[in-house]
């Protein structure tokens, strides 16, 4: 399995990014999808997920600004990101793997692939 992320970069408070995962050797039948963001010195935290069962999950810093969606024919998963501050501010990473219970999708440890991220940075 194969995660490659992009779309990162500088934006100013307000504004908006989207980021894009583009998957492969993924053949699960099950599966989950997520997108989590680690800041210097902080844990790593889950923002969205998105899973084979047609669920979604979001964090509650993100929640209403955030939306997570996914292209099977593009094989890409993407993280639309609207009104982001300051605090969006982190390295966000794509994470994939056989589903879990929902009370997981948002673990980090739930998740055994991994991409390598891609810095977003929201400053004036």
């Known amino acids: 399995v194969q995660l490659v992320e992009s779309g990162g970069g500088l934006v100013q408070p307000g504004g908006s990014l989207r980021l894009s995962c583009a998957f492969s050797?993924?053949?699960?039948?099950?599966?989950?999808m997520a997108w989590f963001r680690q800041a210097p010195g902080k844990e790593r935290e889950g923002v969205a997920s998105?899973?084979?069962?047609?669920?979604?999950l979001y964090g509650d810093s993100v929640q209403g600004r955030f939306t997570i969606a996914q292209d099977n024919a593009k094989n890409t998963l993407y993280l639309h990101m609207n009104v982001l501050k300051p605090e969006d501010t982190a390295m966000y990473y794509c994470?994939?793997?056989?589903?879990?219970?929902?009370?997981?999708?948002?673990?980090?440890?739930?998740?055994?692939?991994w991409g390598q991220g891609t810095q977003v940075t929201v400053s004036s």
């Open positions: 050797g993924f053949n699960f039948r099950s599966y989950c």
């Open positions: 998105i899973c084979s069962d047609g669920n979604s």
């Open positions: 994470a994939a793997d056989v589903s879990m219970g929902v009370p997981f999708r948002l673990v980090a440890i739930s998740y055994n692939y």
